[in-house]
C-alpha cells in the first residue's frame, strides 16, 4: 500500500511565497500530482511530476525528489483566492488508482 | 482541458429513499471513471471504479449493493445510493482520466451535496 503525509494547514499572507510538503511512502511510483480544491467545489488538477525537478506554471511550481520520496507544491505571489485545500496525489507502480493525500488546508490573509 | 458534470449538484431526500448521481464525460471518452466520498475538511475516499462495459470496482468496506454503479456509456457512469440513511449525507464526487488513458490526471465533477433527513 501507499501512504502520503502533508501539513493540515498553512497559513501565509498575501504577495508572499508558500511551499506545502507532501512525503509519500509507495511500493512503486509512477508520479505525483497535486490538485487544488475551494469550499464547497471539486478538485481541480495543478501538476503532475513523473520525473526529478522543478515543473512550472505561472504562480505555481511543483516539485519531485523520487529519492527522497518527496515533493513540494510552491505557490508565489499569493493571493487571497488561493486559499484552499491542496491535495498531493501518488499512484502506485502496478495501478492505475491515484491515492490522494489528507489535504493541506492554505489560508491566506490580507 | 476536458469537462466533467455530475447532476444534481445537490439533493435532500429522506430516509430510505434512493438517490441516483449521474456523472458525465461531456468531450472526451471515459472508459473507467471513478467514485469519491468526502466528508467535511478530509480527503477524497475512492469508493468505487466505474468500467464501462463491465462490473464497477468497489474499494473495500464499500457495499457494493448500496452504492450502485452502472457505466451505461463511454461518456456516462451513475451512482445509485439505495435506502439512503443520514450516514449517508456526504459530498459524492466523480472523476475520469482524459481520453489517453493516463490517471494521473483527473479530471472531477463539480460534486454533489447529498443530504438524507
Known amino acids: 500500500g501507499q501512504s502520503l503525509e502533508q501539513p493540515s494547514e498553512v497559513t501565509a499572507v498575501e504577495g508572499a511565497i508558500v511551499q506545502i510538503n507532501c512525503t509519500y511512502q509507495?511500493?512503486?511510483?509512477?508520479?505525483l500530482s497535486w490538485y487544488q480544491q475551494h469550499d464547497g467545489g471539486a478538485p481541480t488538477f495543478l501538476s503532475y511530476?513523473?520525473?526529478?525537478g522543478l515543473e512550472e506554471t505561472g504562480r505555481f511550481s511543483s516539485f519531485l525528489s523520487r529519492s527522497d520520496s518527496y515533493g513540494y507544491l510552491l505557490l508565489q505571489e499569493l493571493q487571497m483566492k488561493d486559499s484552499a485545500s491542496y491535495f498531493c496525489a501518488v499512484r502506485e507502480g502496478g495501478s492505475y488508482i491515484p491515492t490522494f493525500g489528507r489535504g493541506t488546508s492554505l489560508i491566506v490573509h490580507p | 482541458g476536458a469537462v466533467v458534470s455530475q447532476h444534481p449538484s445537490r439533493v435532500i431526500c429522506k430516509s430510505g429513499t434512493s438517490v441516483k448521481i449521474e456523472c458525465r464525460s461531456l468531450?472526451?471518452?471515459?472508459?473507467?471513471m471513478f467514485w469519491y466520498r468526502q466528508f467535511p475538511k478530509k480527503s477524497l475516499m475512492l469508493m468505487a471504479t466505474s468500467n464501462e462495459g463491465s462490473k464497477a470496482t468497489y474499494e473495500q468496506g464499500v457495499e457494493k449493493d448500496k452504492f450502485l454503479i452502472n457505466h451505461a456509456s463511454l461518456t456516462l457512469s451513475t451512482l445509485t445510493v439505495t435506502s439512503a440513511h443520514p450516514e449517508d449525507s456526504s459530498f459524492y464526487i466523480c472523476?475520469?482520466?482524459?481520453?489517453?488513458?493516463?490517471?494521473?490526471?483527473?479530471?472531477f465533477g463539480p460534486g454533489t451535496r447529498l443530504t438524507v433527513l
Open positions: 511530476n513523473a520525473l526529478d
Open positions: 509507495t511500493s512503486g511510483f509512477y508520479g
Open positions: 472523476s475520469a482520466p482524459p481520453g489517453s488513458g493516463s490517471t494521473d490526471t483527473q479530471y
Open positions: 468531450d472526451f471518452q471515459a472508459t473507467t
